[in-house]
């Protein structure tokens, strides 16, 4: 009996240590499913910049980046991943308040490489 609930308790262990972090929580690894705007993206838009790039834009941002066209013609011209990419600190860095993590930049970067779907 004891050895039984020891073994629950290091199979517990073993598993409570693979929980993802939320970073990874945004997309499986190795997942086949392509980004899209509606499952990835917007939720990264709505915490990180629809502070500032709201419509009408607020705190000096020269912009919205309320709706998918909006997201897509700046992802398509190039500056919003390049923004995103700059270190914090640097002009222009976005969000201005401090880099986001690697894999979110990944994943708007795998958005614009598949083509900017919107679903
Ligand atoms: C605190 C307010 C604020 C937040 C939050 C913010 N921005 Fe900005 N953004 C600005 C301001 C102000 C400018 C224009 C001044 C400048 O270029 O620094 C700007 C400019 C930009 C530009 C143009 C950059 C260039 O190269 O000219 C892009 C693209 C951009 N933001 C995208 C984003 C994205 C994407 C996010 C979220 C990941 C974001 N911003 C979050 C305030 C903000």
Redesign the pocket.
């Known amino acids: 009996m004891r050895k039984e609930i020891l073994l629950s308790t290091l199979i517990g262990l073993l598993f409570g240590s693979c929980t993802n972090d939320s970073e990874s929580d945004l997309r499986e690894p190795d997942s086949p499913t392509a980004v899209s705007y509606e499952a990835n993206i917007k939720q990264i838009?709505a915490n990180?910049?629809l502070?500032?790039?709201r419509d009408p834009p607020v705190?000096?941002?020269?912009f919205p980046?309320n709706t998918f066209d909006r997201v897509r013609d700046?992802a398509e011209n190039g500056?919003?991943l390049?923004?995103?990419k700059r270190q914090t600190g640097e002009?222009?860095a976005?969000?201005?308040?401090g880099r986001?993590p690697q894999a979110t930049i990944d994943l708007v970067e795998e958005w614009i490489d598949e083509g900017f779907l919107e679903q």
Do not use: D, K, Q, T
């Open positions: 838009i990180n910049c502070g500032c790039h705190n000096g941002a020269p980046l700046r500056n919003l390049a923004a995103m002009p222009a976005m969000p201005p308040a986001l």
